[in-house]
């Protein structure tokens, strides 16, 4: 099924990408929590959502843009956790870092993932407990963390400048750092290229899944700052804790 997952994820991206392609300004709405919601998000959602149903008509869905009440889905032992388009801020910034998520959860557990990234036509996967790369021209390379020294560091884009952030660095030691937006950070971490991805600022489960079922398939751990794995037992918040997506010691 990973491959259709692949697929939808494509089909997703190309709506986002006619949004984001288009002449016209790229008009946006903020919900509740403030944060932006854009046509492209809207329209990648009804993609995916219409293909997941026809795909596994049995499988509950939540997205980001559409969030099922907690008296439909408390009992949720299997369902899709979609994140239409990840990384909206830099949509809107127009610099190419955002990304398709889809993962299934079974268990608590990110058993498969899918992260696209549209701008640049690229795919991270994970199924079977194995990671993929997948370019445009459907190569498949798979995926294994690598250590590095000093390690890399990658930091979110828009959510870097705090001062936890600055004084886990600071203990860390010799390091280099990267930005980069969505949930990219996690497909860097997995493809060997970065070692370490440290999140202090707030995530919600749709922005998360994904990534993490490809970085733990690649030989990451996704743990939160007590040690212990990061898990999407539905609850009613959708606020992960603070995390830190390292190589296994």
């Known amino acids: 099924m990973i491959k259709q997952i692949i697929e939808l994820s494509r089909a997703a991206g190309k709506a986002i990408m006619q949004v984001y392609t288009s002449e016209q300004p790229l008009v946006f709405n903020k919900k509740q929590d403030t944060s932006p919601v854009t046509a492209a998000d809207l329209a990648a959602h009804q993609v995916i959502v219409s293909g997941l149903q026809k795909l596994t008509p049995d499988i509950p869905i939540l997205s980001e843009e559409n969030p099922p009440g907690w008296d439909l889905r408390q009992h949720w032992r299997c369902f899709w956790l979609v994140d239409p388009l990840d990384g909206t801020k830099e949509f809107l910034r127009h610099n190419g870092e955002f990304t398709v998520n889809i993962a299934l959860i079974e268990n608590s557990k990110p058993v498969m993932g899918v992260v696209y990234a549209p701008a640049m036509d690229m795919v991270y996967a994970a199924a079977n407990c194995k990671a993929w790369k997948v370019d445009a021209s459907n190569h498949w390379l798979e995926l294994s963390v690598k250590e590095s020294n000093p390690p890399l560091v990658v930091v979110s884009r828009s959510h870097g400048n705090n001062q936890k952030l600055h004084d886990y660095l600071t ?79």
Not at 172 to 196: D, M, N, P, W, Y
Not at 207 to 228: E, L, P, R
Request: glycine content about 8%.
């Open 171 to 249: 203990q860390l030691g010799e390091h280099k750092t990267i930005t980069i937006g969505s949930s990219l950070k996690f497909c860097l971490v997995a493809e060997g290229r970065a070692q370490i991805y440290p999140r202090f600022t707030p995530t919600n489960v749709w922005d998360t899944a994904a990534g993490h079922a490809i970085a733990i398939a690649a030989g990451a751990q996704v743990n939160d700052w007590h040690k212990k794995s990061i898990d999407y037992t539905p609850r009613v918040s959708f606020l992960n804790p603070g995390f830190q997506v390292s190589l296994l010691f």
